[in-house]
């Protein structure tokens, strides 16, 4: 059983669509994340989310909205995709949000080509 | 942001044990010090975490300065499968709450 699981795995699109990526967990956690990692391989928090609710939300731009139906779903949705919007995009989850004793657990990435 | 320092690169031999050094001469009182790796083409995967005291856990070791300015992640005896970019995050209150990735230690075991 995946801990964290996204989809898709892969995602090729034109310039200017709109995609969304699901991610779902299973551990019962209460905050939920979406990090971007881009071709240089820098790991960047974009949001996160505790009980369904937006706690951190990184200099992103507009265009990329996250929606939490549930404790247990984050989902990335990006308007008008652009080149550099090309990365990996990881989910994350892990049992409460500020405590300095906390882990994450991630899924395996969603690689978002841009052309 | 509690900044940490690791060397880009390292490298060692399989079934030998292995020393990942991070430097965290600006750590607060409260920042707990977070292992993270990133195997090929996977997500980050949590190793260990600790305060003041040295740690173990079935994945790794993490040896803690007295001064708590460096710390030290040891893998006993590195196989193939720990190939991996190694990261040191200090995770506390404050404005430290994230988990913020830095570069990291790319670490290659060769067989």
């Known amino acids: 059983d995946t801990a964290v699981s996204q989809t898709p795995k892969y995602l090729v699109t034109q310039m200017g669509n709109d995609k969304s990526i699901k991610c779902e967990q299973n551990l019962g956690h209460d905050t939920m994340y979406w990090y971007k990692q881009d071709s240089k391989k820098f790991l960047k928090i974009m949001f996160s989310?505790?009980?369904?609710?937006?706690?951190i939300n990184e200099t992103v731009p507009n265009r990329f909205s996250p929606k939490s139906p549930d404790k247990a779903h984050l989902n990335l949705h990006i308007n008008s995709l652009e080149l550099g919007d090309s990365a990996v995009y990881f989910c994350?989850?892990?049992?409460?949000?500020?405590?300095?004793?906390?882990?994450?657990?991630f899924g395996s990435g969603t690689q978002l080509s841009v052309l | 942001d509690a900044k940490t320092t690791q060397p880009n690169s390292m490298e060692s031999n399989e079934e030998e044990p292995v020393h990942l050094p991070c430097n965290h001469s600006?750590?607060?009182?409260?920042?707990?010090i977070h292992w993270y790796r990133q195997l090929p083409s996977q997500g980050p995967e949590y190793v260990i975490h600790?305060?003041?005291s040295n740690v173990n856990n079935r994945m790794a070791s993490l040896a803690i300065a007295e001064d708590r300015k460096s710390s030290t992640l040891i893998l006993h005896r590195a196989t193939l499968r720990d190939a991996a970019v190694y990261y040191c995050?200090?995770?506390?209150?404050?404005?430290?709450?994230?988990?913020?990735f830095g570069k990291g230690t790319l670490l290659t075991v060769n067989p």
């Open positions: 989310y505790n009980n369904k609710e937006l706690i």
């Open positions: 995050i200090l995770k506390g209150g404050g404005s430290n709450y994230k988990l913020t």
């Open positions: 600006t750590i607060s009182g409260t920042d707990y």
């Open positions: 600790g305060l003041t």
């Open positions: 994350a989850s892990s049992q409460e949000f500020s405590s300095t004793n906390e882990k994450l657990f």
